[in-house]
């Protein structure tokens, strides 16, 4: 290999091959991230199922069902019944003032008895939730929200229901964009990516250095590429970890 390429040859190939498996890293560490598309498709799929649970919970009326639970039953009806076309979206109904119901999450990896008999949302983003509620009530708009709330970033929809103002009911939806599991993956994803690049980059960098200049010149470019590598490393790390 040493003796086809010659010196310039080899370093050329190193400055490839260190370019490439960079090229591939980042798109990996930027995919991982979330692409600004997939929170716009969101953003529009939420919209759109706040709309349809608007206009289908405006037209009960809630002094025609006698107890409570059966206004949340039927409640949770409409929310199972939009939300099964929505995958990852799981929402209910709200007061603004504390009082949650209807709760429903068709569509859940996790399904069992407790996704059926709940009807807060999920611990973490009740806070966020019930403030996006209040102030949708108050000002009689739709709120669409993306939020970091520990290690997941989600995007809340809140909404009156009803087309008349003010509203005594309000619609939130949720949808997870990364959760727990998915960052811890693609944590560990990350490292194994920037150590294989490590190992691949320094290796090539030894290996086709060139021969037959001068041993001195030949540690410098060595050198240079492995400061290089490790910047990078570091900066990837960083963004990772969000710090």
């Known amino acids: 290999m040493r003796r086809l390429l ?22 990996s560490v ?7 598309g997939q929170e716009l498709r969101v953003r529009d799929q939420l919209m759109e199922a706040g709309r349809r649970l608007s206009e ?14 059966d206004w949340n039953e039927r409640l949770r009806g409409v929310t199972a019944r939009v939300l099964a076309d929505y995958a990852g979206v799981e ?15 068709p569509t859940s990896p996790h399904r069992g008895s407790d996704v ?6 999920p611990p973490l983003e009740t806070p966020v939730i019930q403030q996006a509620a209040e102030k949708c009530l108050d000002d009689g708009k739709v709120i ?13 929809l809140a909404q009156p229901v009803g087309k008349r103002w003010p509203s005594r009911l309000a619609v939130w939806l949720l949808y997870r964009l990364t959760g727990p599991e998915q960052m811890a993956g693609k944590k560990g ?3 194994f990516e920037v150590e294989s690049l490590t190992n691949l980059t320094s290796g090539r960098a030894v290996d086709l250095a060139p021969a037959d200049g001068p041993p001195a010149d030949r540690e410098r470019r060595v050198r240079d590429l492995e400061r290089e590598l490790d910047r990078i490393r570091g900066e990837l790390e960083r963004l990772r970890s969000g710090k």
């Open 189 to 191: 994803e990350a490292r």
């Open 30 to 36: 930027f995919a991982g991230l979330g692409l600004p």
């Open 144 to 156: 669409v929200q993306t939020l970091d709330v520990e290690s997941s970033r989600v995007v809340v």
């Open 56 to 69: 289908a919970a405006a037209v009960l009326r809630r002094e025609e069902i006698a107890s409570s639970q």
């Open 116 to 121: 059926v008999a709940r009807n807060e949302p």
């Open 6 to 27: 010659g010196p310039r040859g080899q370093i050329a190939l190193v400055v490839l091959l260190f370019a490439g498996s960079l090229a591939v890293l980042l798109y």
């Open 91 to 105: 929402g209910g109904f709200t007061d603004g003032a504390g009082w949650f119901g209807g709760y429903a999450y």
